[in-house]
């Protein structure tokens, strides 16, 4: 097994530019999530998703946007790239046993780092 | 998500235990205490998870306090390898936030030769 796949491992943009930060697992994961971590700073999460067609906020939303079209691909898209944007990206997977529990450990990607000018 | 509290920074000499400390006095019952740690440059790795009973692995041990408000995790013999930032969190178990999982800034560990 990869795990959890992330690319690309660096990126730059400028101000305005649009682009999509890919991720992907093959360990049919039903829960999937981004974080960002900007330096000196702890993980903040931007989008999750439950499973394929469900989506929903975290703590920083704002600025991206996601879908969750199969179980394996989770791509977190900015539309227009800002300086505030610049940060450290990390997917993350988990399974989702029966019933409500959180028996389940996290697996992390490698990171992008987007830099955005 | 029930929140967690953890001390900014915790410092050890090499070779000696650590004991990193965790107070998550709102969990729930299915709960289950989780903790990571990161590396420098690196992403997150899964360290130990435990519900109510202590766990022991080959990273770490956690002891989980018998109220479960609190949760202890041992590294018997620190390592310079084991500097890090390490993270005590408790994944949201149910309810419309299923699934969200939030990290706080948790402790930077630093270990002396």
């Known amino acids: 097994n990869a795990g959890v796949t992330q690319t690309p491992k660096f990126q730059v943009l400028k101000t305005g530019q649009s682009m999509t930060l890919q991720c992907a697992q093959d360990?049919?994961?039903?829960?999937m999530s981004w974080y960002r971590q900007d330096p000196g700073m702890g993980l903040r999460l931007i989008h999750y998703s439950v499973g394929a067609g469900i989506t929903d906020q975290g703590e920083v939303p704002n600025g991206y946007n996601v879908s969750r079209s199969t179980t394996e691909d989770f791509p977190l898209r900015l539309l227009s790239a800002a300086p505030s944007q610049t940060s450290v990206y990390f997917c993350?997977?988990?399974?989702?046993?029966?019933?409500?529990?959180?028996?389940?450990?996290?697996?992390f990607g490698s990171g992008t780092q987007l830099s955005v000018l | 998500d029930a929140k967690t509290t953890q001390p900014n920074s915790m410092e050890s000499n090499e070779e000696e235990p650590v004991h990193l400390p965790c107070n998550h006095s709102?969990?729930?019952?299915?709960?289950?205490i989780h903790w990571y740690r990161q590396l420098p440059s690196q992403g997150p790795e899964y360290v130990i998870h435990g519900l109510t009973s202590n766990v022991n692995n080959r990273m770490a041990s956690l002891a989980i306090a018998e109220d479960r408000k609190s949760s202890t995790l041992i590294l018997h013999r620190a390592t310079l390898r084991d500097a890090a930032v390490y993270y005590c969190?408790?994944?949201?178990?149910?309810?419309?936030?299923?699934?969200?999982?939030?990290f706080g800034q948790g402790t930077i560990l630093t270990v002396h030769p």
């Open positions: 993350a997977s988990r399974a989702r046993t029966g019933g409500f529990t959180t028996n389940e450990k996290l697996f």
């Open positions: 709102t969990i729930s019952g299915t709960d289950y």
């Open positions: 969190i408790l994944p949201n178990a149910g309810g419309t936030s299923y699934g969200k999982l939030t």
């Open positions: 360990m049919n994961h039903e829960y």
